[in-house]
């Protein structure tokens, strides 16, 4: 049975020196920010010293507490770190979650943006992983002013028929073109687009991770993987496009680190969406790790591009980006 898993449960699956930097960095504080009807919980790392702050965002099956190991990490690369629920996740209060779709999350993180660039004059970077990547991406499109770099875990694009065997737990790509007639109606809030099903139903949640006791986890947090979404998410989501073509994406530099070892979404995926962007753009695979990656040494790796790209956009005066 689902119920709400710890955020200390996903931090033992860290290699030991960043569990103990991650613990070290002390609790991270819970704020409400008001969005439209629903109350948005942010978990934050207020660090008025740091030069940039990280705006981390979860994918489907996630939240702010799973991710916060990792977000934690930011500290080490010298960022103040902040993670919302999104919609239907976490802790984020929604009067009518059956009512939910994609676009509602794409709004969510764009208004967000505008609201942390407008209240904070220093540079914000966001990191996405898994389906947060190219949400991230379409958020950045439409507000580009108010971000300075996008990193990203994944960059996988719904309307790629290439992308296909990554959305679907039964049957892969040919499953996906088979629903996509039935699906439309969905999408445009027909039929059953308010029934909610469990996530695991449909997403391949055993590849979430290389450790089958981690992706295990994740399936059974009532708060991610083992909640409910709406049909007409799902349906949304199956139908989104980008918010730009990636040749008109030309004002964010973008990184890619995407896990070597992922069996969610294979590189590959995301590299043919990379290599279309028309800003610049770099790829760092993350060596050793899974979906989510919580591995050596991809892990300190990704820590390290965080460095690199906060030293690109502020450098330190007098001295090098502290070390972890």
């Known amino acids: 049975m689902p119920r709400p898993v710890d955020t200390s449960e ?18 991270p504080q819970s704020t409400w920010w008001r969005w439209r009807d629903m109350r948005v919980h942010i978990l934050s790392l207020p660090r008025p010293q740091a030069r ?46 059956a009512g939910l779709n994609y676009p509602d999350w794409v709004d969510c993180v764009t208004d967000l943006l505008r609201a942390q660039s407008e ?16 949400l991230g991406y379409s958020a950045c499109a439409r507000v580009p002013s108010a971000v300075s770099h996008l990193v990203v875990t994944c960059l996988l694009d719904p309307s790629n028929p290439m992308c296909w065997p ?13 629903l996509r007639p039935i699906m439309a109606g969905l999408a445009r809030g027909r039929g059953p687009a308010r029934l909610r099903v469990p996530m695991r139903w449909v997403a391949p949640m055993n590849a979430i991770a290389r450790d089958p006791t981690l992706s295990r986890l994740c399936a059974q947090d ?22 730009v073509p990636p040749q008109e994406f030309r ?31 770099c790829h760092v695979p993350l060596q050793g790790c899974g979906h989510f990656p919580v591995e050596e040494p991809g892990l300190t790796r990704a820590v390290e591009v965080l460095r690199e790209v906060l030293e690109a956009l502020v450098p330190q005066a007098g001295g090098e980006v502290r070390a972890g």
């Open 222 to 243: 009532a708060r991610g993987g083992g909640s409910r979404v709406p049909l007409g998410f799902l349906a949304s989501y199956l139908f989104s496009r980008p918010e």
């Open 166 to 178: 990554a959305l679907s737990r039964w049957g892969g790509a040919a499953s996906v073109r088979l």
């Open 251 to 281: 004002e964010i530099p973008v990184t890619l680190i995407h896990p070597t070892q992922d069996r969610w979404t294979p590189p590959e995926m995301s590299l043919d969406f990379l290599r279309h962007i028309a800003a610049p753009t």
């Open 10 to 27: 996903y931090l033992a699956f860290m290699p030991p020196h960043w569990r103990e930097r991650a613990l070290a960095v002390g609790e």
């Open 119 to 134: 209240a904070d004059p220093r540079p914000l970077v966001v990191l996405g992983g898994s389906m947060g990547g190219l």
């Open 52 to 97: 940039a702050r990280l705006l981390v965002l979860h994918g489907a099956g996630g939240h702010s507490g799973a991710l916060w190991p990792l977000a934690a990490l930011a500290d080490a690369a010298g960022y103040e770190a902040f993670a919302p629920d999104l919609p239907g996740y976490g802790l984020t209060e929604v009067p009518d979650p």
